[in-house]
Every structure is written in C-alpha cells, then in structure tokens.
DNA sequence: TCTTGACTGATACGACCGTATGAATTAGAT
DNA sequence: ATCTAATTCATACGGTCGTATCAGTCAAGA
C-alpha cells in the first residue's frame, strides 16, 4: 500500500538515480523498476526521459532560488545577508542531498543549461549583485569588481556538496552529526565574512 | 599524413568528449570518427572504453598530484606555498580545460572514484594537511581543525572550473583575457589569505 | 448498469551501445 | 623480396536504450 502517487515516485526515484549516475546513465527503465512503477510510466506522466529530467530540477531549484532571493534582498545589513544566504545553499543542498550532484552535472558540464537551472540563475544573479554593491555602498565589503567575490563566496556551498563523500570517509562517524555540519556552516560564513570585510583601519 | 599516432589521437578527442557529455555520454564511435580512427582502434590500443577513460585522466591527475605536492612541501612559509599551491590548481586547470569537468564530474557522482583520481587525492590529501598544520605552527594560519580550512582553500579554483562557462558569458569578452584570469586568480589567492590569517596583531 | 476517461501493463521497434572477429594492409627486419 | 608482427578496417553480435502501441483495468458519473 504506497500512499505516494505513480508521477510522485516517479520523481522520488529518478532524482536519486539521475543524482548517481548522471542523464545518461540513468536509464528510464531503472526508474520505473525503483518507483514500482511500469516502464510506459514516464511517458504518460511526463512526456520523456527529458522532461522528467526537467521536473526532476524544478522541484529543486525553484525553491532554492526564492529562497535565496528573498534572504538577499531582506531588510538587512549586508554582511548578515551574505551569511544567511551562504545558509540558504548549505540547508538546501543537506534537505535534498540528491541533488547538488545533479546540478553540479549540468553546471560543469558544457551543454547548454537545463531550463530550470538557467531561470533560477537568471533570477539569483541580479540579486547577488545588487547585495555585494550594498555591502560595498555600506562600507561592510571590500571594493572590487563583484563577479569574483559572489564566485567566492557561492564556491563554500557548491564546493562542499562536491565533495561531501569524500570529506565524510575522511571525516569519520562525526561527519553525520548535525554539530560537525553546523560548524563547516559557521566556519564557511566566517571565511567568507574574513575574506570579503575592508582593510582593517590598522592601515590608516 | 598526421605527425600524431592513433592513440595520441584517441586521447585528445576522447578527453574532450568525455567532458562535454560525461563517461555514460561519450560512445567509442564518436571518439573514434573524430579522432579519425577506426571503431576497433579503443579496444585495440587501451583495451576497453574504461582503460581509455582512466588513460585520459591519468594525463591530468598525475602531473596535477605531482606539482601540488612538491609545491604545498616546498621550503617556504606556509602562506606563500598556500599561494602557489593555488596557483597549480588555476594554472593546470586553464592549460587543460576539459579536464575539470571530467573531475568535478567523478567527484559529484556517487559511484567510486576511478583510479587514476583517487590515488591522486592520497598523495595530495596528506601534505595539504601538513601545509595547514605548518601554517598553524608558525602562527601565519588561524587556529581551527584543518579539513574545513582545506575545503575553503580548494574551493576557489574548483567553484571557478566549475562555472567557468557561465561566468564567461556573464562577463564577456574580457574573460578571454589574461589579465582577467590572472585577477581572478589573485582574488583568489588574497580571498583565502585574509580569510585564514589569524585575528590582527592587537596582541602585539 | 453502462459509459467514459484516466491510468496501468506487456510487448514491440528501430537505434545505438561496447566489444569481438578475422581479413586486409602496412612497416620493419632480414 | 620475403617474412613477421603491428595496425587498420569492415562487419557482426548480443544487449540496452527511449519511445510507441494497444489491450486491459479501474473508478466515478449518468
């Protein structure tokens, strides 16, 4: 008895094997095996391989850039934002730990970007801007051209979801505890905050 | 009448097509036809499309390894070899271009690493750990457990291979330019610099 | 109860995959 | 010029791929 609906499980199972093995090594009838589910399955309810593929990215990437446009803009110093939104990927990428490997793929790869990775990069982007100039207009963030320091400060997230299997056999047992991941968390926003603030004045 | 043999030239086109469509993407008779080869020419020179795959990334990990390593134990404080430790990363990363992607492909997915990759990371993992214990040592890098300070570190040149593409496109022209690469990487550089020094001299 | 539309299921199709095979060709040594 | 080993080449095989087809099932409205 599976309260979950065909499309539902569909989208579930392709997410984690699109995740392991890449577009093309996922195989449409591996997904309908682990989604209990009948290989015409993915047809009927989506269209295509593609096209799941597309819903599979939506579910993820949607949410991730409302959120992380919202904690940019709020009504608050820049500095603080930048730390919230350094949070925003990290919680993102542990609640849906599927799906990094998914964009990383698309990202690194040189075919042209699934729909809804490019909107949600299109909607981030003018936003990040906008906070890195705030900061700097505040005197908060160091001057210089924003391109490099949104790369900088977007390379803790991504680069930790990149890594995550092999920090964790470095690591040990403790990787999973919920301490160990808060104080990569702090230890990223706080980097970043070093990195990014102005000359200290003990220049003057 | 071409000056390279045909397993020269499966590696060239293979490196490529690896990293535009990923292991699973790239069939033998597409590397083949544009390596101008025949389809028998994978097998019969590396064995399998695996051996040739592992062969490609050879090509990358172990010159990359290898100057990491001498560079991260070089005789000098552990700030400068932190600099020129990311410099090899930059530096390895522009000359091969396809390569990274492979990499950043193998190390998001989740299956095991091949070979070639993660011998590589075990030659390069300890003597990372040493630069920062060194740094440590010498009073040049802010206190803290080493592997999170690793990761900030890597994830410069890393996050930049990654997106390279895009933030071309964000940029413009002027990516294209050596200057502008050579600003990146020293953002880069100054970007990890600040952000592990220790707590200003107020002590002194 | 009958009908209808949404869904599931088994099967088929053509395309492409990695690899194997064995003959044809080439290059080098004698 | 002849022999030999290395390489190239065309072709074939079994398997898997994404998708299409169409009959079967089932729930809800009339």
Redesign the pocket.
């Known amino acids: 008895m599976n309260h979950d609906s065909?499309p539902r499980r569909l989208l579930t199972a392709a997410r984690r094997i699109f995740a392991e093995r890449g577009y093309e090594g996922?195989?449409?009838?591996?997904i309908t095996t682990r989604a209990k589910?009948?290989?015409?399955?993915?047809?009927?309810?989506f269209g295509?391989?593609?096209r799941l593929y597309n819903a599979v990215l939506s579910e993820f990437m949607v949410p991730l850039g409302q959120t992380v446009v919202e904690r940019a803009t709020a009504p608050e110093p820049a500095t603080k934002r930048i730390g919230t939104v350094i949070e925003a990927y990290y919680d993102q990428f542990a609640r849906f730990p599927d799906f990094p490997a998914l964009v990383i793929h698309e990202l690194a790869l040189g075919r042209r970007l699934p729909p809804p990775i490019k909107d949600t990069l299109d909607r981030v982007q003018p936003a990040l801007f906008k906070l890195i100039q705030d900061g700097q207009a505040e005197g908060s963030v160091r001057a210089g051209p924003p391109v490099p320091i949104i790369m900088s400060i977007l390379s803790q997230p991504f680069y930790f979801a990149m890594v995550r299997r092999l920090v964790g056999q470095v690591v040990g047992p403790d990787f999973e505890k919920p301490e160990f991941r808060a104080m990569l968390i702090q230890h990223a926003i706080e980097f970043v905050w070093r990195g990014l603030a102005p000359e200290a004045r003990e220049v003057a």
């Open positions: 065909t996922a195989s449409i009838r591996l589910a009948n290989l015409g399955a993915v047809t009927y309810h295509s391989k593609e």
